[in-house]
């Protein structure tokens, strides 16, 4: 399993990656006014602006926009937490939410590769499957990603 330390100097192309290499990420602590900040701007729905509006709501207190812990997830999935020559490039995925994100939380992301496929019409890069958790400080899973990503090839 890499961390980010060591992710951080060694970047993988498409060539030096294969199902089951495992990453994880560096730290991010959140708090409230991160929450409130990003939601003001990003996601002004109440259970995200005010811990007492959201007391009345299915959150039970303030939390997170699904879309903070995404952006969070992948700020550290770019900091190291999935270390990627050329960037983390998307094609397409999904994503689920299936608990709150909420203040004081610690979150981390594990990923995982699924799968490799180098392109046949394309020589210089190729496809990767990668499954994220972001998981807190409790290993609560707040956010399950399964990204397809488009990784370059090592040049010969």
Do not use: C
Request: hydrophobic content about 35%; cysteine-free; aromatic content about 6%.
């Amino acid at each position: 399993m890499s961390t980010s330390s060591e992710a951080a100097t060694a970047l993988r192309y498409l060539d030096d990656l294969k199902p089951g290499d495992r990453f994880v990420s560096g730290e991010h602590a959140l708090d409230e006014a991160q929450i409130t900040s990003f939601a003001g701007q990003f996601d002004p729905q109440p259970f995200h602006l005010s811990d007492e509006a959201a007391k009345s709501t299915l959150f039970g207190g303030l939390a997170a926009s699904g879309w903070h812990t995404a952006a969070l997830t992948m700020r550290l999935l770019v900091g190291g937490g999935l270390p990627l020559a050329g960037g983390i490039i998307g094609a397409g995925g999904e994503i689920s939410w299936p608990k709150p994100t909420r203040p004081g939380n610690v979150l981390h992301v594990e990923s995982e590769v699924v799968s490799v496929t180098p392109s046949a019409s394309r020589p210089d890069r190729g496809r990767v499957v990668v499954r994220s958790q972001t998981i807190n400080q409790h290993g609560d899973v707040l956010q399950q990603s399964l990204y397809n990503l488009v990784v370059p090839r090592r040049t010969p």
